[in-house]
Structure formats: C-alpha cells, structure tokens
C-alpha cells in the first residue's frame, strides 16, 4: 500500500521555524517527483513548493520564495520542506504528495494538486504569538 506521512508540523511564533518531514512507505520515492501544498481554513489548497526526482529541479510559491526549502533524501525515503520565518499567513493545514512524472525528464516538478496520485494526511501549521 502506497503511503506519505506527514510530520513535524506544530505551533510557532512569528518568526520562528519547522521543518516538516514526509515519509513514504510502500514505494520507493526515487522515480517520484515530491510537492508540497497547504490548505488554510476557508481556502484551496495550494502548491507550495516541488522537487524533481534527482533533487536539482525545485520550484516555490512566490509567498515564500526565500523563506522556505525543499529537499528530499531518497536513501531515507523522505522529503522536506524547511520553512523558516514563518508568518501568520503561512498557517495552514500541509501535504505533501509524490507522483510518477508525465514527462521524462530528471529535473522537472510541478506545483498542480491534480498531477499528483498518492497524498499525505496532512499536518497542521499554525504561526501564532
């Protein structure tokens, strides 16, 4: 059974930092490209961010370009998104979700929900003082 887990997520002033894990278990992630979403209260969920399957190809959100990392470690079979002077803004529910890529190619991503197959629980953001 095709599985992502989510973890790391939790409360958080201003400023402050998380970084969130996503497990896979069932596949291997290797030939996975790997995204990020988030889903606030009241809204859509949007892509966040995405890491091609050999980790040179990544691409943001604008509202956090600069702030937030993606990686991921195919030995470990997870990735990350290190998500660094969190704002209010930033609260929200987050996924991450891994895909078999339509294109052949090893460095490209993409930050649309419907590309992607297998989706985490999600885990809960919440930037607050």
């Known amino acids: 059974q095709l599985q992502l887990v989510e973890s790391g997520g939790g409360l958080v002033q201003p400023g402050g930092s998380l970084r969130l894990s996503c497990a896979a278990s069932?596949?291997?992630?290797?030939?996975?490209?790997i995204g990020w979403f988030r889903q606030a209260p009241g809204k859509g969920r949007e892509g966040v961010s995405c890491?091609?399957?050999?980790?040179?190809?990544?691409n943001y959100a604008d509202s956090v370009k600069g702030r937030f990392t993606i990686s991921r470690d195919n030995a470990k079979n997870t990735g990350y998104l290190q998500a660094n002077s969190l704002e209010p803004q930033d609260t929200a529910v987050y996924y991450c979700?891994?895909?078999?890529?339509?294109?052949?190619?090893?460095?490209?991503?993409?930050?649309?929900?419907?590309?992607?197959?297998?989706w985490g629980q999600g885990t809960q953001v919440t930037v607050s003082s």
């Open positions: 979700a891994a895909t078999i890529p339509r294109w052949n190619s090893d460095t490209g991503c993409a930050m649309f929900t419907g590309e992607y197959t297998t």
């Open positions: 890491i091609s399957r050999n980790g040179a190809g990544t």
């Open positions: 069932g596949f291997t992630l290797d030939n996975y490209i």
